[in-house]
């Protein structure tokens, strides 16, 4: 076994504008047709103005920065990082479509002795608003 796989400060970015297809492509798989993401008509009477994409599928997004903050540590490793969960999620704002946002994951913790690690999660739209925040835990077990 290695030291440890990742070290304090690694991370990745991801972008991606979220389209339409994004929103109701999450709505059909998840179920989750809230007015707030499908009816744009109930959402233009709303405070918001217009539809807005699911929380969920910013967590979708926080998976994808972590496998990408991960990617180098596969190859010929004795341990498989499976996720533990996400802790402290919140979404400070809104997501609509259109809007390019910018998952960026950081290592901020390691725990050698319980091999895992802890990534702090940083959702920006293109205005560099905070729109979601979270933590990632990674459990690094050992391969048969």
């Given at each position: 076994m290695t030291?440890?796989?990742?070290?304090?400060?690694?991370?990745a970015t991801f972008s991606k504008t979220v389209s339409e297809y994004d929103v109701?492509?999450?709505?059909g798989i998840t179920g989750d047709f809230s007015p707030n993401h499908t009816n744009k008509a109930y959402m233009e009477k709303s405070s918001y103005g217009r539809l807005q994409a699911h929380g969920a599928l910013m967590v979708g997004f926080m998976s994808t920065?972590?496998?990408l903050a991960i990617a180098g540590t596969r190859q010929d490793a004795d341990e498989t990082p499976v996720s533990l969960g996400y802790d402290r999620i919140r979404?400070?704002?809104?997501?609509?479509?259109g809007d390019t946002i910018t998952v960026t994951?950081?290592?901020?913790?390691?725990?050698?002795?319980?091999?895992?690690?802890?990534g702090?999660?940083?959702i920006r739209n293109q205005d560099n608003v905070l729109v979601a925040?979270?933590?990632?835990?990674?459990?690094?077990?050992?391969?048969a």
């Open positions: 030291d440890f796989y990742v070290k304090i400060g690694d991370g109701y492509g999450f709505a920065a972590s496998t979404f400070l704002a809104p997501v609509y479509f994951y950081c290592i901020s913790a390691i725990d050698v002795e319980r091999r895992r690690s802890t702090d999660i940083e925040v979270g933590q990632h835990i990674l459990k690094w077990v050992k391969n």
